[in-house]
């Protein structure tokens, strides 16, 4: 298991200015860590708004702070965008994406970034491993409206509250789940068939290798990522909100079993070498 932070994706040279240098984006998670999709924090200044279309990938993108819209250019189809939206864009998906006030969300690809792209003519990013051709269209999902629908489910043996947002029934090459731990909650997990990473949004915790004894405390903007060999404990030091992320993509209705483990859901990426 590995810890990253903004200071890591600096000296990695993987903070970009993008968006004609009205945005910035630091790609925390990236090709090289082969984990089967690449993670990114990004920074829009309010009043700005750009035309992407990518062809070459999927992206999901939750908003943590700030407010704007999402707007479909093919159909003229717009949604609004406040804090816990997820808007979800692909290959077909040329689209206008309007900031009012000073933004942050962060943004997952599949296939992963290599970490210094920045967008071409036409909104996209260069190719960086296969796309299946798809007919899917974009869409947003809203963690609220779910949480109001039942969508919200028990996880880790009692100790957190998961919403999964994306699951593998979306095809998007990864899961992507609001979590929340009550302050103290504590629990023992081991993905023994999936790569997560796990990024604070608010609130911290410590988290332990059960392996080698060496522990971390995580705080907002810092993202935890275990594999396959990371049996390991996480610990809410306060009421704790974190974005998760799977790959291979859940179903959906997994639990943990004794282990802390998810059932198998397809082929494991290889983590970062040496692995």
């Not at 979306?170 to 023994?192: C, I, N, P, Q, R």
């Not at 483990?261 to 070498?273: E, I, Q, Y």
Request: aromatic share 10%; net charge negative.
């Amino acid at each position: 298991m590995f810890i990253r932070t903004l200071d890591d994706a600096k000296a990695a040279g993987n903070v970009v200015n993008v968006n004609g240098g009205n945005a910035r984006s630091a790609r925390y998670i990236t090709a090289a860590d082969g984990m089967g999709f690449s993670y990114h924090l990004n920074w829009i200044a309010g009043g700005g708004s750009t035309e992407l279309w990518y062809k070459n990938h999927w992206e999901a993108n939750y908003i943590i702070e700030g407010t704007g819209k999402v707007t479909d250019l093919t159909t003229g189809e717009s949604w609004a965008l406040a804090p816990g939206s997820l808007y979800n864009v692909g290959p077909n998906d040329r689209h206008l994406f309007e900031v009012d006030v000073d933004e942050r969300h962060a943004s997952v690809f599949c296939p992963a970034l290599v970490g210094k792209e920045t967008h071409d003519a036409d909104g996209a990013y260069t190719a960086s491993g296969p796309v299946p051709w798809t007919k899917k269209r974009m869409f947003v999902r809203r963690a609220d409206e779910m949480r109001a629908a039942g969508r919200e489910m028990i996880v880790a043996n009692g100790q957190a509250r998961t919403i999964r947002m994306l699951t593998a029934d979306d095809e998007m090459g990864f899961s992507f789940s609001d979590v929340h731990f009550d302050k103290g909650a504590s629990t023992v997990l081991w993905y023994k068939n999936h790569w997560e990473a796990n990024h604070i949004v608010e609130g911290s915790c410590r988290v332990e290798d059960l392996n080698t004894g060496e522990s971390w405390t995580v705080e907002p903007g810092m993202l935890y990522n275990v594999g396959p060999k990371d049996r390991h404990r996480i610990t809410a030091l306060t009421d704790l909100h974190y974005l998760s992320v799977f790959c291979p993509a859940l179903r959906g209705g997994e639990q943990h079993d004794a282990d802390g483990s998810l059932a198998p859901s397809g082929p494991v990426p290889p983590g970062p070498p040496g692995y």
